[in-house]
């Protein structure tokens, strides 16, 4: 079995700052690549960091520079630090999983976590 408990959204301020955290309980295969995605009504869900075992990270270029991914080193949680948030950056967010170095989600979504910036 596997599951995804996405944490740490809220309401903030733009200019603000946020950190979400995501705990994988997974049993059946080995976490290679840990990613956080975003969703707004009416538009496809879309990557926004992730990382490898390794410790690469690539993110999408509208957060670059502004949030940071990161994960513990058994590969069971990840994180987003979420700096100078803009009413842009206002989605659900979403973590997933997967067993290969690229991150592609390989498991049933979460519940999500709202973020949601406005002054």
């Known amino acids: 079995q596997v599951q995804l408990v996405e944490s740490g959204g809220g309401l903030v301020q733009p200019g603000g700052s946020l950190r979400l955290s995501c705990a994988a309980s997974?049993?059946?295969?080995?976490?290679?690549?840990m990613g956080w995605y975003r969703q707004i009504p009416g538009k496809e869900r879309e990557l926004v960091a992730a990382?490898?075992?390794?410790?690469?990270?690539n993110y999408a270029d509208s957060v670059k520079g502004r949030f940071t991914i990161s994960r513990d080193h058994a590969m069971m949680t990840v994180y987003l630090q979420m700096n100078s948030l803009k009413p842009e950056d206002t989605a659900v967010y979403y973590c997933?999983?997967?067993?290969?170095?690229?991150?592609?989600?390989?498991?049933?979504w979460g519940q999500g976590t709202q973020v949601t910036v406005s002054s």
């Open positions: 997933n999983v997967s067993p290969w170095a690229t991150m592609t989600p390989y498991v049933t």
């Open positions: 990382i490898t075992r390794g410790g690469s990270t």
């Open positions: 997974v049993r059946t295969f080995t976490i290679n690549a």
